[in-house]
Nanobody, 117 residues
Framework: QVQLVESGGGLVQAGGSLRLSCVGS????????MGWYRQTPGKQRELVAT???????NYQDSVKGRFTISRDSVNNTVYLQMNSLKPEDTAVYYC???????????WGQGTQVTVSS
């Protein structure tokens, strides 16, 4: 069992920055592929960025060059540094832990990010 708690969301003006954090607990947290996803009303949840246990990252095209995902395995924390934010980045952001072999996913409760124009 893995539990995830996100923080760091808020209201920011376009062009500004935010850093989201996701603290995980549970056995063998470091083996999980971690990801950030986002969702707006009426739309499906979409991948923003992922990072494997080995540090390999993947990004949605719209955030490449602006967002950076990283993980601190010692403190069981995953970060999403978001720079040059745009109004279209407004969404609820969710943290996900994906077991690399068992096909089991865990989700956090989400944190709201609002970017004003």
């Amino acid at each position: 069992q893995v539990q995830l708690v996100e923080s760091g969301g808020g209201l920011v003006q376009a062009g500004g920055s935010l850093r989201l954090s996701c603290v995980g607990s549970g056995r063998r947290f470091s083996i999980y592929t971690m990801g950030w996803y986002r969702q707006t009303p009426g739309k499906q949840r979409e991948l923003v960025a992922t990072v494997t246990s080995g540090g390999i990252t993947n990004y949605q095209d719209s955030v490449k060059g602006r967002f950076t995902i990283s993980r601190d395995s010692v403190n069981n924390t995953v970060y999403l540094q978001m720079n040059s934010l745009k109004p279209e980045d407004t969404a609820v952001y969710y943290c996900k832990a994906a077991h690399p072999f068992l096909g089991i996913d865990y989700w956090g409760q989400g944190t709201q990010v609002t970017v004003s124009s």
